[in-house]
């Protein structure tokens, strides 16, 4: 199987490189900037590109049979547009385009679905992003929907803190 890991030199995505390699996938990681991909192996390809560039992306993709997408979103309280949820429209077309239909994608709790059950942990992320991170919030819930009312098979992975950012602020 031959699978496309967007954002694979980040947090996640550098571990789900690691992981898809040792699962013995063939990969490839489409990265903004291939010198900070450290990892080898025969099995991985780099892809230079950007998510604006809707012609790397499907050039990248094309062959795959699945997709994942491990880019977050910006944590500056304020930032202009939301590109990765226009990220997500071009992969998403893209996808369409090739006939790729599986793509697994993570965010926040602030995404909600109708099986989710409420408790503490599902709802108050999704209350202290409304007031710290008020514009993430609405990106990471426009790509929940956009994904959501895509013909895709699709798995969407909601964490709160993930345990390298917590490592990574332990080391700081």
Same mark, same amino acid.
């Given at each position: 199987? /031959?699978?496309?890991?967007?954002?694979?030199?980040?947090?996640?995505?550098? $571990?789900?490189?690691? $992981?898809?390699? =040792?699962?013995?996938?063939?990969?490839?990681?489409?990265?903004?900037?291939?010198?900070?991909?450290?990892?080898? $192996?025969?099995? +991985?390809?780099?892809?230079?590109?950007?998510?604006? *560039?809707?012609?790397?992306?499907?050039?990248?993709?094309?062959?795959?049979?699945?997709?994942?997408?491990?880019?977050?979103?910006?944590?500056?309280?304020?930032?202009?547009?939301?590109?990765?949820? *226009?990220?997500?429209k071009l992969l998403i077309k893209a996808m369409n385009e090739l006939g790729i239909k599986?793509?697994?994608?993570?965010?926040?709790?602030?995404? /909600?679905?109708?099986?989710? /059950?409420?408790?503490?942990?599902?709802?108050?992320?999704?209350?202290?992003?409304?007031? +710290?991170?008020?514009?993430?919030?609405? =990106?990471?819930?426009?790509?929940?929907?956009?994904?959501?009312?895509?013909?895709? *098979?699709?798995?969407?992975?909601?964490?709160?803190?993930? +345990?390298?950012?917590?490592?990574?602020?332990?080391?700081?």
């Amino acid at each position: 199987m /031959k699978i496309i890991i967007f954002g694979a030199t980040g947090g996640i995505g550098h $571990h789900a490189v690691r $992981h898809a390699l =040792e699962k013995g996938y063939e990969v490839v990681a489409y990265v903004r900037s291939p010198q900070k991909m450290t990892m080898e $192996h025969p099995r +991985l390809t780099i892809a230079k590109g950007v998510l604006t *560039d809707y012609e790397a992306m499907r050039d990248a993709i094309r062959g795959c049979d699945a997709v994942v997408w491990t880019v977050g979103v910006s944590m500056d309280r304020h930032y202009e547009g939301m590109p990765s949820l *226009d990220g997500h429209k071009l992969l998403i077309k893209a996808m369409n385009e090739l006939g790729i239909k599986r793509l697994i994608d993570y965010g926040t709790p602030s995404v /909600k679905f109708e099986r989710d /059950k409420r408790s503490f942990i599902t709802v108050f992320p999704g209350i202290a992003a409304a007031i +710290l991170f008020p514009q993430a919030k609405r =990106e990471v819930i426009g790509i929940g929907n956009l994904i959501r009312q895509s013909d895709l *098979d699709w798995t969407f992975s909601a964490s709160c803190v993930l +345990l390298t950012t917590l490592q990574q602020a332990r080391q700081r």
